[in-house]
């Protein structure tokens, strides 16, 4: 018997495939490579995702500290209300709870790749391309609020 997470042969390429759960775990899943705007929204989403697991308004209050100290932020309370804004839809509008690392952790959680990768997209501005990510984490028929969300947080 083959064990589950052994390469797979893909029968039309006859080269080997890692399975899916290999393939999640090799792929790299860290803060680096993204811009300090992206690393600052991370933050805010996870302290304000720790204050909805917790109900710590102290959550709250640290997310409002952190934005007034990042460098390059101009208007602190728009943008942890805009990340508040945009974990608020997502917790709305997908089936089961997001997964959030402590704010200083430098990598990610499966869901928190996810964001990045929206908030990376978002600011490329690229017509049509976040919509169809975003279709991707929460699906159709939630896409217009989340889109409204991260396109809100992204050019704060």
């Keep these: 018997m083959q064990d589950a997470c052994d390469s797979l042969a893909v029968p039309d ?3 080997s495939q890692l399975c899916p759960l290999q393939a999640a775990l090799a792929a790299p899943r860290s803060v680096e490579g993204y811009d300090d705007f ?60 997001l997964c959030f690392m ?26 049509g391309e976040l919509e169809s990510v975003v279709c991707q984490f929460v699906g159709n028929e939630n896409e217009i609020a989340t889109t409204r969300a991260v396109n809100a947080l992204a050019f704060c």
Excluded: H, N
Aim: glycine share 4%.
């Design 102 to 127: 402590p704010p200083s952790c430098r990598r990610l959680s499966k869901d928190e790749a996810e964001l990045m990768r929206l908030l990376a997209v978002a600011r490329r501005k690229q017509p």
């Design 38 to 97: 992206c690393r600052i929204a991370l933050s805010l989403c996870r302290f304000i995702g720790a204050a909805y697991a917790t109900g710590a308004s102290d959550c709250w209050e640290a997310a409002y500290r952190f934005a007034d100290e990042a460098p390059g932020v101009a208007d602190s309370p728009l943008l942890v209300a805009r990340a508040a804004a945009l974990v608020r839809v997502l917790r709305s509008r997908r089936p089961c709870e």
């Design 13 to 15: 390429a006859g080269r």
